[in-house]
């Protein structure tokens, strides 16, 4: 699979699988936005390691429950790189524990997260890849 020139945001790409995607594919060409809320340790390792590979990485915090954040984000992304080809949600979270055990905050937070983000994320970037007519979300 070859991406030179496409420009691909991971959401959650400080650690896990995130990283590996956002590993995966600089390897194949695409110049990568690595995203994080919290972790910014773990950007920049994944950066890094994209460096240390020969690929081309930038870090974008940003956390994706926010609507705002996203659309701010994909508007910066596209101002900065002029588009992007490729959405990966894969921030997400989970509590590991009994449900009985959960309060409204803990599936708040899960929801915001695993659902919202996505929405959030995809109908920030979507706008834009429309103009294009072209582009990946995953």
């Known amino acids: 699979m070859k991406l030179d020139g496409k420009v691909a945001l991971i959401t959650?790409?400080?650690?896990?699988?995130?990283?590996?995607?956002?590993?995966?594919l600089s390897k194949n060409g695409a110049s990568v936005i690595i995203n994080y809320s919290k972790d910014e340790q773990g950007a920049r390792e994944t950066l890094r390691q994209i460096q240390i590979a020969g690929g081309y990485?930038?870090?974008?915090?940003?956390?994706?429950?926010?609507?705002?954040?996203?659309?701010?984000?994909?508007?910066?992304?596209?101002?900065?790189?002029?588009?992007?080809?490729?959405?990966?949600?894969?921030a997400g979270i989970s509590k590991i524990g009994l449900f009985i055990d959960s309060t409204e905050e803990d599936w708040n937070y899960l929801i915001d997260t695993n659902l919202k983000g996505t929405f959030n994320m995809t109908h920030s970037v979507l706008k834009h890849m429309m103009k294009f007519k072209s582009g990946s979300i995953l």
């Open 12 to 24: 959650g790409a400080s650690r896990g699988i995130g990283s590996a995607i956002a590993l995966a």
């Open 57 to 90: 990485a930038a870090i974008k915090q940003f956390d994706i429950r926010n609507y705002k954040s996203c659309s701010e984000a994909a508007d910066s992304i596209y101002r900065q790189f002029g588009k992007i080809d490729i959405l990966v949600n894969n």
